[in-house]
């Protein structure tokens, strides 16, 4: 069975930093693309940020320039670097791993809660 673990969360304050961590097995790492989505009760799960195996990142508008993913090969690991948080950026993160020609397409994680709050 296929499990991303995904770790980081927490509660900061505004203007604060997180990073989360995703480990995916060697069978998903460098063959699915991995990202991160977020969602909030009542609303329906957004991208924050992907990343595919050749290392090109994408980002939702909403974070651009405040989040940074990047993947670690040999640790089968992909981070969210997450500055200068706001409020809205409270949501529990998913882990995703992405593959259109597999079956499933998509794996996630357990999600991992981030409060952002004085």
């Known amino acids: 069975q296929v499990q991303l673990v995904e770790s980081g969360g927490g509660l900061v304050q505004p203007g604060g930093s997180l990073r989360l961590s995703c480990t995916a097995p060697?069978?998903?790492?460098?063959?699915?693309?991995m990202g991160w989505y977020r969602q909030v009760p009542g609303k329906q799960r957004e991208l924050v940020a992907t990343?595919?195996?050749?290392?090109?990142?994408r980002y939702a508008i909403s974070v651009k320039g405040r989040c940074t993913i990047s993947g670690d090969n040999a640790k089968n690991t992909v981070y969210l670097q997450m500055n200068s948080l706001k409020p809205e950026d409270t949501a529990v993160y998913y882990c995703?791993?992405?593959?259109?020609?597999?079956?499933?397409?998509?794996?996630w994680g357990q999600g991992t809660q981030v409060t952002v709050s004085s």
């Open positions: 060697s069978v998903i790492f460098g063959i699915y693309d």
């Open positions: 995703n791993a992405h593959h259109l020609l597999s079956i499933p397409s998509d794996y």
């Open positions: 990343i595919t195996t050749e290392g090109t990142p």
